[in-house]
């Protein structure tokens, strides 16, 4: 069976995404429970699409600083990720700094 270029790309699209979650799933927390990070809910929370639009990043660059822990985050109660606005702020300060 021959496998065309557009089935190679997407079987590595699938190996990333599959990589990614498992980052995702292991990623160690301050409050000491996988999977779940402890982020103060009086805190405003976005969407991984705004995140990448404020950050002018692909919404899969934005999965991967939250499993980098470049980015704090919660899942939904959908199963997505709700990004700290503040984190946000905090990691484009970050960027301006180190350029």
């Known amino acids: ?10 079987l590595d699209d699938l190996d ?4 990614e979650y ?3 799933q292991l990623v160690p927390c301050p409050s000491g429970q996988a999977g779940r990070p402890q982020i103060d809910v009086s805190r405003k929370m976005v969407s991984t699409k705004t995140a990448a639009q404020r950050l002018g990043v692909s ?3 934005v999965r991967r600083r939250i499993a980098q822990r ?3 985050a919660e899942r939904s109660s959908s199963g997505g990720w ?9 990691f484009i300060a ?3 700094q180190a350029s």
């Open 94 to 96: 970050s960027q301006k």
């Open 16 to 19: 990333a995404a599959a990589s």
């Open 59 to 61: 919404e899969r660059q």
């Open 22 to 24: 498992q980052a995702l």
């Open 70 to 72: 470049d980015l704090a």
């Open 1 to 10: 069976m021959l496998i065309d270029a557009e089935m190679l790309a997407l």
């Open 82 to 90: 709700l990004v700290d606005e503040d984190s946000i702020t905090e």
